[in-house]
């Protein structure tokens, strides 16, 4: 088992803006040595597929690397589905017709 990182965007940043020609190659490096690869590699993914912003879309793939069902969140369109994820608004449904 590895150790975690927690990726500030001053990193993530660097890593995908080629006009940060020093910084990228390093920041490269070490966000693609970590875990989170994958995390943003489909959170990328979900951001081009989907047209999200890069928040939104680290949120979903998050939640889809955690095997959640449902994306509890108003910052997105209620019941979309993100491959099997479901958007639920809480402000819009009672928790008991999700059994809670």
Known sequence: ???LFFV?????????DSA??????????WVDSQASS???GR??????RF????WDALIVSAAQRASCRYL???DLQDAQDFDGTIVVNPFQHERQSFGL
């Open 8 to 16: 500030d965007t001053n990193v993530l940043v660097p890593r995908r």
């Open 72 to 74: 509890l969140t108003e």
């Open 38 to 40: 994958e995390l943003l």
């Open 20 to 29: 940060e020609a020093k910084k990228q190659p390093v920041a490269k490096g």
């Open 43 to 48: 959170a990328f993914e979900l951001e081009d």
């Open 51 to 54: 047209a999200l912003s890069f």
């Open 1 to 3: 088992m590895s150790d």
